[in-house]
């Protein structure tokens, strides 16, 4: 079976760390920078807006002071205590930025509404346009740089920072147009402006704790970094197919995979073994995932087995297409046949698991009495089978 296996794109612990150290350092100076200078703009024309931007861009500095320690110690090597390294503490970190996040953004509601309440009069001048402009062109900048560096380097704080930066942009755009409106319509609206920008601090602090929550709880495995294992493992002859497969994440570029491989029952068992040994080093080689594999021998050469199977797996095609069979196997007691296997079924396939295997069982039983069904149900892992007879993949 002749396949072109993608490869995944990975940098050193080391070059990870140096990249995210200087992002680090051009996200605290830039938004240093923005925040001196709305502050200053804010002390001049009074505007609770700006000012409002002003603790956007502290909290963005801070949010960069928070990557950088992130990238310092999510770098560090296994340890005693941490055998999976500690590249999971930057999702601790993006959980931190967004609770400083929603506190801002909280506290910023509070002013603004004050600010619609008691109007005050703002004074505004070319100094204060200037630097809304300035900002939007260092914003859009940061956007671009942080935008390529998560991909790179497949971050997910960088991720949140490029998207908080575009969001900063397109903000500082409403604040012109919403100021300069006010000016010409002579309409305080300074405080509504504040209070819209503070719900959007909430909004962006909110989506980042979801995004990091999910992370923490644990994810379904990036689709490249499955599929790229799944490609190289159905790419090697005598591998029959691999179903149960789970990638666990302990942070970017840093992942632990199990699954289960069908092998001929009939090979000799040294030969299926060191196969499973070569295709466990590739992985490590190749993505740097270390993977461990159980081997599932199949009977390819038993008609009654065969047979039988054939037969399930036109049962399970009725009730539903999208679910598959896999783990075959048949045993034979006191003229009772127990066939034992194992079903993938969709997350959102309605039925309960009990369902499945009364109602399957009942099928099997109108054509043989005699048969008992011992079934497993799994709903939450990826899995993928080579038809014997074409040689193609079938993805479920």
Known sequence: MSKTIKTISR????????????????????????????????????????????????????????????????SRPPDREHPFGHARFEYMASGFVAMFILFLGFELGKSSIGKIINPVAISVSWFFYSVLIISIIIKFSLYLYYKKQSKLLKSLILKAAAKDSISDMLVNFGLICAILLGQIVKVPLDGYVGFGMSLFIVYSGVSILRKTTDRLLGKRPDREIKNSIKELILSKDGVFGIHDLIVHDYGADNYFATAHVEVDAAEDIMLSHNLIDQIEREVALQYNIHLVLHMDPIDLDNPIQNRMEILVEKIIRSLDSKISMHDFRMQEIDDHLHLIFDLKVPDEYPESNDFLREIIEKNVQRIDPETTCFITIDRNYATETVDLNTGDIQQY
């Open 11 to 74: 940098i050193s612990t080391e070059e990870r760390e140096k990249i995210g150290l200087k992002v680090s350092y051009i996200g605290i100076i830039s938004n240093l920078f923005l925040f001196i200078l709305k502050f200053i703009a804010g002390v001049l024309s009074g505007s609770i807006a700006i000012y409002a931007d002003a603790v956007n861009n502290l909290s963005d500095f801070a949010s960069s002071i928070i990557v950088l320690i992130s990238f310092r110690i999510a």
